[in-house]
């Protein structure tokens, strides 16, 4: 029985997808990242990934599997949370700065937007004025 859904394997959760092409000036934020804010990026993209997923399940089972000392293994995933956190942090607080630089642009946009807008709407309102004179010249209003 075929299904139309292809089969999950681990080669279709390890093989990276192709990144969608970036704006000009997104691809000049991603540049002037530092070091350490390219590798709390990194870091953060492989540890919401499957095959971290994958890398911890096989390690915790050879682990169990070995008769390792557990306490050993406890430090170490206990260090390695600390870490993790502090690279998530570290990338939320960078999206976080990107993300009011975007809302003070889009404010400026919006303000220079209503600016026009009420510029337009006076001259509409000053063009009605000289129409509305230039039809009481042309037909004078008839006594009542």
Same mark, same amino acid.
Not at 58 to 65: D, E, G, N, Q, V
Not at 78 to 100: P, Y
Not at 107 to 112: H, S
Not at 115 to 132: G, R
């Given at each position: ?110 303000? /220079? +937007? $209503? #600016?026009?807008? %009420? @510029? /337009? +709407? $006076? #001259?509409?309102? %000053? @063009? ?17």
């Amino acid at each position: 029985m075929n299904s139309a859904r292809p089969s999950l394997t681990l080669t279709h959760l390890l093989v990276r997808k192709p990144a969608p092409p970036i704006h000009p000036a997104r691809a000049r934020i991603h540049l002037a990242r530092t070091p350490g804010e390219r590798a709390a990026d990194l870091i953060t993209a492989f540890a919401g990934s499957w095959p971290f997923v994958l890398l911890h399940v096989i390690w915790f089972t050879a682990w169990l599997l070995l008769r390792l000392d557990i306490n050993l293994l406890t430090l170490i995933v206990s260090l390695e949370a600390i870490f993790l956190a502090t690279f998530v942090l570290m990338s939320q607080n960078r999206q976080a700065s990107k993300d009011e630089r975007r809302d003070d642009t889009e404010a400026v946009e919006v303000e /220079q +937007l $209503t #600016i026009m807008n %009420q @510029q /337009q +709407l $006076t #001259i509409l309102a %000053q @063009q009605n004025e000289i129409l509305a004179l230039l039809k009481a010249q042309v037909s004078p209003a008839s006594p009542a």
